[in-house]
């Protein structure tokens, strides 16, 4: 796994923690839990499909040919059409 993900999984937890903390107990400073909640989690999804974590795909529309709509060759590249 990547050390960036699991940076950002053990920053979610921590926050999380701290959260359900400070809802129990308010405490100085607890919304700081909510920031690092959401970065947490937005590095979480930015970081998942690295390292083959998440599958990453060209994300085209299926094409009669089994590829998809993001793979070009030298017939559909328009600076190699004469």
């Not at 359900?20 to 947490?40: D, K, M, Q, T």
């Not at 999804?45 to 094409?63: D, F, I, L, S």
């Amino acid at each position: 796994m990547d050390r960036t993900f699991l940076a950002a999984i053990a920053l979610t937890l921590a926050s999380l923690v701290g959260y359900v903390a400070g809802v129990a107990a308010p405490y100085p400073g607890r919304e700081v839990s909510i920031a690092g909640l959401l970065i947490g989690v937005t590095l979480a999804a930015v970081t998942y499909g690295r390292n083959g974590g998440g599958t990453v795909t060209g994300g085209g529309a299926p094409r009669s040919d089994g590829g998809d709509a993001t793979t070009r060759t030298a017939a559909t590249n328009e600076s190699d059409r004469p």
